[in-house]
């Protein structure tokens, strides 16, 4: 099973991956995809089909 992925564009150091292991990708990596256009889109798309 696997729980998350992620793509970068360049090498990660060891501390910043064992980070990611343990507060998960989301929490240690700059950039979320909360209050992004996409994520809203997305969220206003699924809610028009219920």
Known sequence: ???EVGVFNKGISA?????IASKGIE???PVSAKDRLTTKW?????????
Do not use: P, R, V
């Open 1 to 3: 099973m696997i729980d």
């Open 15 to 19: 501390d910043t991956l064992n980070d």
């Open 27 to 29: 929490k240690t990596m």
């Open 42 to 50: 997305g969220s206003l798309k699924a809610s028009s089909y219920h």
